[in-house]
């Protein structure tokens, strides 16, 4: 019973991973990190400065953004499709829980 238990999860866990991969997506942000000639990190939106300050005070400021060493836009997750992402997830959730019995079985047992 275990072992169908397993498989049965294995394979819900698998369809939910894959409609949970289709259904978000990657855009950028208008927001950037950008680490400075300083090694400081500055946080800039388009063009301006954001919050500067690296293990120090955080400020707001309307200053433009500084020339950097290495600039990366942050990434934001959007959901093509709401339902089947809600879908995925939860056919995810239930393999693992189809699968935790025998785990807390393997785990618990006296070895031999």
Known sequence: MTAVAN??????GVVGGVLL??????KTSHY???E????EVVICHDDKLVAAGYGGPLGVTN?????????????????NNEEVAVLGLC???IGFILQ???AIVEVF???Q
Do not use: D
């Open 7 to 12: 498989l049965l999860g294995l394979i819900v």
């Open 21 to 26: 991969a289709l259904s978000l997506s990657l």
């Open 32 to 34: 950037r990190f950008v």
């Open 36 to 39: 400075t000639e300083k090694h």
């Open 63 to 79: 200053e433009i953004c500084p020339k950097g060493i290495g600039p990366s836009e942050a990434p934001v997750i959007q959901t």
């Open 91 to 93: 056919l995810v959730i």
């Open 100 to 102: 935790l019995p025998s």
């Open 109 to 111: 047992s006296p070895r």
